[in-house]
């Protein structure tokens, strides 16, 4: 079980992050992706099938703690045939606690058994707590007081920043995309029919408990683009 407790040490050129944004759907822009020198993915999004618009290749994977039992249905696409990818895995102390309670842990320990290749790593509760700080710092609310969850792009932010000299972000909207007129209305997730983006968006926001907080998420996320190398494209970002 090494793999769930050493340090990751990553050191990127130019990071791709790629959306499971409904965005991505006819972007065709796969191979630029690929060409990146590492490529970020989220939660369970696959490729198979949908290489022309988000490529092949997946470098870093960042998975939240309830996405686990998506990447377990189909654990040999993800363990086996990708066992080049290092997966990330963040989520409360609860489901990831070590000392044979952590729901989520015991999944991935029996993972790492099946498929001894397999990298995966988790998040510590300092790591957890940190990144809980970086949003009461950036928004001025408590996370927790506030009845938010963060997104599994906020953690993948903020590893990426650190990890990558440059990032260029596919697939992702900004914070007033919504509002404006004649937006692109796509479903939330390019893999899967469902609700609106927007309307997932909005929901999410206003939730009084258990939503995330994307539209502020993104607002945050345009501020750090002006102090790191953070681009946004299709839809392309004026950071102003």
Known sequence: MACILKPLQLDCELCAI??????????KVGNEIDRSSCIWRMNSAPTKGYEE??????????????????LLKNPDYFFKE??????VIWG????????????VYNMLKKTVDVYPNAQIYVTTEKRMSYCDGIFKKETGKDRVQSGSYLSTGWFTFILAMDACYGIRVYGMINDTYCKTEGYRKVPYHYYEQGRDECDEYFLHEHAP??????????????KWAKKHRIVFTHPNWTVS
């Not at 618009?53 to 998506?70: E, N």
């Not at 409360?92 to 729901?103: C, E, L, S, V, Y």
């Open 18 to 27: 790629v959306s499971n944004s409904g965005q991505m759907v006819g972007q």
């Open 53 to 70: 618009d988000v490529g092949r290749m997946t470098m870093i994977r960042v998975v939240s703690h309830t996405s686990v039992p998506l």
């Open 82 to 87: 990708a066992n080049t990818t290092i997966y």
């Open 92 to 103: 409360p102390f609860r489901n990831m606690r070590k000392d044979g309670n952590g729901i």
């Open 209 to 222: 408990y258990g939503g995330h907080r994307f539209i502020t998420e993104k607002k945050v996320f345009a």
